[in-house]
């Protein structure tokens, strides 16, 4: 047992009889300890996905492990506080979240290990997944196939690499992933949820949060479908009508993205004014010679020029900024917080593009953020809710991307104010924007029907697509069965990251650019804002920042909007140029597609020896033969 305060109050007697003097002692000393667990437990963690070895595994699990039964001992006793009664409600809300500790409260410590172990398992699938193309060789996600399935423009090289990775990842994962969430959903029940996705909508505090996110996604639809008619067309004429199912879907290979999440990267088979001002930012990176940590300063700068802190030396030192050599990682992107209020650090195996240059701002957005909670009790370091933090991370690229600041900073000879250019900045906008905003909604409503029960292991893939031909109006571009999971091929999946967040960021973080562009006193159209050197929005910025998660999320978009609901307004507002011309452009078109996935799926025509579609997922050459047998068996 953990000898300190938080154990020996209980021989002082009856804990109900304790004042809030001897609850705000307990809390102070327990957010004392706490931290020196998380440091701990967030170093072992970084230490496996930087180094990927049983060993590392085996240190997190344990350290995980330990982590839990702390959070057990000290939520019993907490428990034991009359804490509903206090008149502090900071002090309520503190014993709150020490109370409610999740999967921690399951009384089987082989349930956690199982918990840990899993999805160890299936990230590790994930990172070392390898797809070997005949004219390249073999190659990981990061940075070989990702540089393909975002500059080819063949249509067969495209759909090797797309069912290359879904082979190599996802299909791997099935039975591992099933006997995840059994251990997840029983663990949960010792925290009195009735499962794992009922646990994670509570971290919003709001009960109609469901119905909420729904109302918005049906309030931005329309504008999805006219971005989704003009980009049909346009891959039509570029791949070939006859390529594109009858249902109105489009092939989901073609969008320059592994997951058809963000279609920004075939911007230039949809420009719409090619003789127009049109952005190539990654050429100009090339041109004046950028490498990884300029790209970090480039965005500290950005941050700094508002009123923020600059990056720590902890950052610069203990940062995974490149992808090394000499060992297994997990490339995906993340910012993390050692809870020490100096060691921050950032993952990511950054290349020299425009769109990596957005990540390494949204990362050291989320960095922004801890270093302006930090002098909150620990429990209170984290956003507002989920989307508050990826919010942050993201708002900066509304003011980041605008043409105003790319040529401050040097990425832009002129500042187009024509309206083809206007448009051309918007559409590429959109790509990324609203694009994604289907994407964002559907990823837990798949999950969260997985965790109820509805959806299984006998219906994972077909659910999976009914949801993404239903939502974003996009096909498999070959068929799929019960025996893939094309789920794994996201990361947020095998890493069982709640994704329902991205969505709510891509709302609330227009909400918030206008209300700093009010108070950096913008004249401009809102989509032509930048923020950039305007202390007065970053003080109105920092004042949201620093209140952490201490508040109820509505306090906190108070505190920076006025308003105390999430609203799509911004969003559509920001747009409604784009919207306007892109309804002129679809008007002799049908928009739209059917509810329901083509029953028949274009196939290329046959293909020569020697083509780029002939290809073997090596992680699997002998696996998937095996998991084949368990699956039909």
Not at 149 to 162: F, G, K, P, Q
Not at 178 to 187: G, L, P, S
Not at 402 to 422: K, Q, R
Not at 520 to 537: E, F, Q, S, V
Request: with cysteine; glycine share 6%; hydrophobic share 40%.
């Amino acid at each position: 047992m953990w000898k300190f305060l938080l154990l020996g109050v209980l021989f002082r007697g009856t804990l109900a009889q304790e004042t809030e003097t001897d609850g705000q002692a307990f809390v102070d000393e327990y957010d004392a300890k706490v931290g020196v667990l998380w440091n701990e437990n967030g170093k072992a963690a970084w230490e496996y996905y930087t180094n990927i070895t049983d060993h590392n595994l085996e240190v997190m699990t344990n350290s995980s492990l330990k982590m839990a039964e702390f959070d057990k001992e000290i939520a019993a006793n907490a428990s034991k506080f009359d804490y509903k009664s206090f008149s502090n409600e900071t002090l309520k809300r503190l014993f709150t979240k020490i109370v409610n500790i999740g999967f921690a409260a399951t009384n089987d410590s082989d349930q956690l290990k199982a918990i840990s172990n899993l999805e160890a398992d299936l990230t590790g699938i994930y990172s070392k997944g390898e797809v070997c193309l005949e004219s390249k060789g073999c190659l990981q996600l990061e940075p070989g196939l990702t540089d393909i399935i975002t500059n080819s423009r063949d249509y067969n090289e495209l759909l090797a690499v797309w069912k290359g990775w879904r082979d190599a990842s996802g299909k791997l994962m099935r039975n591992k992933y099933t006997d995840f969430v059994k251990a997840m959903n029983a663990a949960i029940k010792f925290s009195d949820f009735n499962d794992t996705g009922e646990y994670w909508r509570s971290w919003y505090e709001t009960p109609t949060f469901e119905q909420d996110v729904k109302t918005l996604f049906e309030e931005l639809e329309p504008l999805y479908v006219e971005l989704h008619a003009y980009v049909r067309k346009r891959l039509k004429q570029k791949y070939g009508k006859e390529m594109f199912p009858e249902s109105g879907h489009i092939p989901a290979h073609l969008f320059g993205n592994m997951w058809a999440q963000q279609w920004s990267n075939i911007y230039d088979l949809l420009v719409p004014f090619p003789d127009a001002s049109s952005m190539d930012i990654t050429s100009k990176m090339i041109e004046q010679n950028y490498n990884v940590t300029h790209m970090y300063r480039v965005a500290e700068d950005f941050f700094m020029s508002i009123g923020m802190e600059k990056m720590t030396d902890e950052f610069w030192q203990n940062s995974m900024l490149v992808k090394p050599d000499d060992r297994d990682v997990v490339c995906h992107a993340s910012a993390w917080d050692f809870y020490d209020g100096k060691d921050f650090r950032i993952k990511q195996c950054t290349s020299v593009t425009e769109d990596q240059l957005l990540t390494v701002h949204h990362e050291m957005g989320h960095i922004v953020y801890f270093q302006n909670y930090r002098d909150q009790p620990r429990l209170f370091r984290g956003g507002a809710n989920p989307g508050f933090h990826e919010g942050m991370a993201d708002i900066v690229s509304l003011s980041f991307q605008t043409p105003e600041h790319m040529h401050v900073i040097g990425l832009l000879d002129n500042v187009p104010n024509d309206a083809d250019s206007d448009i051309n900045f918007l559409l590429k906008m959109a790509l990324d924007k609203v694009a994604f905003l289907p994407f964002g909604y559907l990823i837990d409503q798949w999950r969260w029907s997985v965790f109820r029960g509805e959806t299984n292991s006998s219906n994972y893939n077909q659910h999976w697509w009914d949801l993404r031909c239903r939502y974003q109006g996009i096909s498999p571009p070959v068929q799929r069965t019960e025996q893939d999971f094309d789920p794994g091929a996201k990361y947020h999946i095998p890493g069982n990251t709640p994704y329902i967040r991205y969505f709510v960021s891509f709302v609330v973080q227009f909400q918030w650019h206008k209300a700093l562009c009010e108070v950096a006193g913008n004249t401009k159209p809102l989509h032509r804002c930048d923020i950039y050197k305007n202390t007065d929005a970053g003080d109105k910025l920092r004042e949201m920042l620093m209140m952490g998660s201490s508040k109820q999320w509505q306090d906190a978009m108070e505190a920076i909007t006025g308003q105390r609901l999430m609203s799509a307004k911004p969003l559509v507002e920001y747009f409604d140029p784009l919207l306007k011309w892109l309804k002129e452009q679809n008007k002799e078109d049908n928009t739209g597609w059917s509810a329901s996935c083509p029953s028949v799926i274009p196939t290329p025509q046959p293909l020569s020896a020697g083509s780029t579609l002939e290809f073997v997922s090596i992680t699997c050459f002998v696996l998937c033969a095996v998991f084949a047998f368990l699956n039909t068996n």
